[in-house]
């Protein structure tokens, strides 16, 4: 996922300037490998990217599929046996998916949670306000 991370910035810090439909199009990629046909690692793939461009991405992308998806992949590890590699692997690729999905959700309140922070926190101290809107987000 960091690596990820890390191409997707780097290319849009390097080209985002001179391709103004960059981001929509990257965006619009990883909806697409989130589509339920496409592997679980791709499916990883669109969910780890797309958490990359902040949490109204995530509310507008992610987070409509998030309670289908998790009760699909449940129902698919609680019928999982463990009888081959194939089964490990499978099981190993639906854990990493709901990581991916949790992530992204966690990374969406704590945006929230930093907001909400900055928005109201003035009304207490200024002193807690200036900390708390000094406080790196990832």
């Known amino acids: ?9 780097l290319k849009m810090n390097s080209f985002g300037d001179q391709y103004t439909a960059l981001k929509a199009r ?3 990629t990883l909806c697409e490998a ?3 046909d496409k592997p679980l690692s791709t499916q990883y793939g669109g ?6 461009f902040g949490p109204k991405t ?3 992308f992610i987070l409509p599929l998030a309670k289908g998806n998790w009760e699909k992949w ?8 463990y009888n081959n590699s194939a089964d490990f692997e499978r099981r190993f690729e639906i ?17 929230f949670f930093h ?24």
Not at 97 to 104: M, T
């Open 1 to 9: 996922m960091y690596y990820l991370q890390s191409i997707i910035q």
């Open 26 to 28: 990257v965006i619009k």
């Open 34 to 36: 989130m589509s339920p």
């Open 47 to 52: 969910m780890a990217g797309l958490s990359l």
């Open 58 to 60: 995530v509310d507008a």
């Open 74 to 81: 449940e129902k698919a590890l609680e019928s999982q046996g």
């Open 95 to 111: 854990q990493q998916c709901q990581h991916a999905l949790l992530v992204s959700l966690l990374l969406q309140t704590c945006h």
């Open 115 to 138: 907001s909400y922070l900055a928005q109201h926190l003035f009304m207490f101290s200024p002193f807690l306000y200036d900390n708390a809107c000094s406080i790196p987000l990832i």
